[in-house]
């Protein structure tokens, strides 16, 4: 009687199986790597911004003033108020102290700038990919007037005409640090990025990372920073310190 041996090969079901070990441990991988790239880009952003805002300084240092982002529009507290200017950080812009300005790694696309009107302040963001979770990543010397107004002087717009940044509709437009609604830009059009939430649930939102002004002690001292209190807005309030060095809201009376 002749015997046969058994055939060594895999069943069906085995190689079923296996496959489907192998396509999740593929696609385990393949989001380990992706994620670890995005990590990493946004390590460089950070490095960017670190870099980008001590060259900065420097020229300020040097010039006693920060430069101007070139074809820049205006920021306006009203119709006539210029309280800033925003535009990108690109090789356009007259800062010295550096010889190249660092772009997005992912998109080469230049970070998003803005400066006071006396050029004395200003702040820096990139988007950051965050593991699909995309959040503004911002870096400022900006000093706010109060939580409700003039909170920062960056937006999540591009415009060839000025901005009045006391409308209801652009004051949803504020990027605040480590916000997730607001982006200087997205990562598929590469444009600025709003989903529309309110200025209200902003501040909420950012409550953390939000920076509460308490340098100002009169609407002079806010008025000569270059942040204006406009004269078609006579109730506007602004926190400022009284005489016990306390943070009050303050009626301005549509000083200039």
């Known amino acids: 009687m002749i015997q046969r041996n058994s055939s060594p090969g895999f069943t069906l079901v085995e190689l079923i199986v296996a ?15 992706t994620w670890n790239i995005a990590s990493a880009r946004d390590s460089v952003r950070q490095t960017h911004i670190s870099k980008i805002s001590s060259e900065l300084k ?11 982002p070139w074809d820049n529009f205006e920021l306006r507290n009203g119709s006539t108020a210029v309280v800033g200017y925003q535009w990108y950080m690109n090789n356009k812009v007259s800062l010295s102290t550096a010889d190249s300005l660092s772009l997005d790694p992912e998109l080469d696309l230049p970070y998003s700038y803005s400066v006071t009107r006396t050029k004395q302040e200003y702040q820096l963001a990139a988007s ?6 995309p959040y503004a990543y911002v870096a400022w010397d900006y000093r706010s007037i109060a939580r409700n107004l003039l909170p920062n002087i960056l937006l999540a717009i591009e415009s060839n005409t000025p901005v009045d940044i006391s409308t209801g509709a ?9 916000g997730i609604h607001n982006l200087p830009y997205d990562f598929e059009t590469g444009l600025p990025y709003s989903d529309g939430t309110s200025l209200s649930q902003l501040l909420i939102d950012s409550s953390e990372e939000f920076w509460q002004n308490s340098d100002y002690r009169n609407c002079n001292e806010i008025n000569l920073a270059g942040k204006n209190v406009t004269q078609t807005w006579s109730t506007d309030t602004y926190q400022t310190l009284n005489s016990s060095w306390v943070l009050t809201d303050t009626s301005c009376d549509g000083i200039l």
């Open 128 to 133: 950051m990919e965050n593991d699909w979770s």
């Open 19 to 33: 496959a489907s070990i192998l396509a999740i441990l593929t696609t385990i991988g393949f989001y380990s790597y």
């Open 170 to 178: 652009n004051q949803q437009l504020y990027i605040f640090h480590k």
């Open 58 to 68: 420097l020229y300020k240092r040097q010039r006693w003033a920060y430069p101007v």
